[in-house]
T-cell receptor
Framework: ETGVTQSPTHLIKTRGQQVTLRCSSQ?????VSWYQQALGQGPQFIFQ???????GRGNFPPRFSGLQFPNYSSELNVNALELDDSALYLC???????????FGQGTRLTVV | ELKVEQNPLFLSMQEGKNYTIYCNYSTTSDRLYWYRQDPGKSLESLFVLLSNGAVKQEGRLMASLDTKARLSTLHITAAVHDLSATYFC???????????FGKGTSLLVTP
């Protein structure tokens, strides 16, 4: 157990819909990163939030957006869902920048 | 762009045998991580390697890092079935935020 919790664990959405995934970071951690892991692939970095500000972004379109709240929990929002968005979405929290990331159990998103 | 390559991608080995998984990366990095992932599950941290020549061991797994060669290895000693999983290496490309993952090595240990 890493202390990083994600909700929901599973989700089915229809193409074109919007989805919000949530992540509660480990106590004391101020940095949250989100990753997308397609089936049979390694995780791909989406973006990172540090103290409520976006600190870096991977090669994902603007319809992937996020938030970090004052308690350092985070949301990942995806608009206009596409079939290829079906994946395991992983949240990772870190004590600070440049420190080890601890992963949550993930949210399995299926777009039909 | 930082590239991380693992090989082999698939590995079937008998219990009791030894084998090594390799992880090459394309640019300098201060940190290399090894993770284990069971089917449908999240990533479990195995090792964090922070300096050239670092070697860490946990049970039947040993990881090492050669930053000059940009190479890390994960050595499996006397494999047991419980080690069956997918193993990922990941490199922090000094950006401070993105971990760059390899494609993973799917390991199956058979009797």
């Amino acid at each position: 157990e890493t202390g990083v919790t994600q909700s929901p664990t599973h989700l089915i959405k229809t193409r074109g819909q919007q989805v919000t995934l949530r992540c509660s970071s480990q106590s004391g951690h101020n940095t949250v990163s989100w990753y997308q892991q397609a089936l049979g692939q390694g995780p791909q970095f989406i973006f990172q939030y540090y103290r409520e500000e976006e600190n870096g972004r991977g090669n994902f379109p603007p319809r992937f957006s996020g938030l970090q709240f004052p308690n350092y929990s985070s949301e990942l929002n995806v608009n206009a869902l596409e079939l290829d968005d079906s994946a395991l979405y992983l949240c990772a929290s870190s004590l600070d920048l440049f420190t080890e990331a601890f992963f949550g159990q993930g949210t399995r998103l299926t777009v039909v | 762009e930082l590239k991380v390559e693992q090989n082999p991608l698939f590995l079937s080995m008998q219990e009791g045998k030894n084998y090594t998984i390799y992880c090459n990366y394309s640019t300098t990095s201060d940190r290399l991580y090894w993770y284990r992932q069971d089917p449908g599950k999240s990533l479990e941290s195995l090792f964090v390697l922070l300096s050239n020549g670092a070697v860490k061991q946990e049970g039947r797994l040993m990881a090492s890092l050669d930053t000059k060669a940009r190479l890390s290895t994960l050595h499996i000693t006397a494999a047991v079935h419980d080690l069956s999983a997918t193993y990922f290496c990941a490199v922090d490309g000094n950006s401070g935020y993105a971990l760059n993952f390899g494609k993973g090595t799917s390991l199956l240990v058979t009797p």
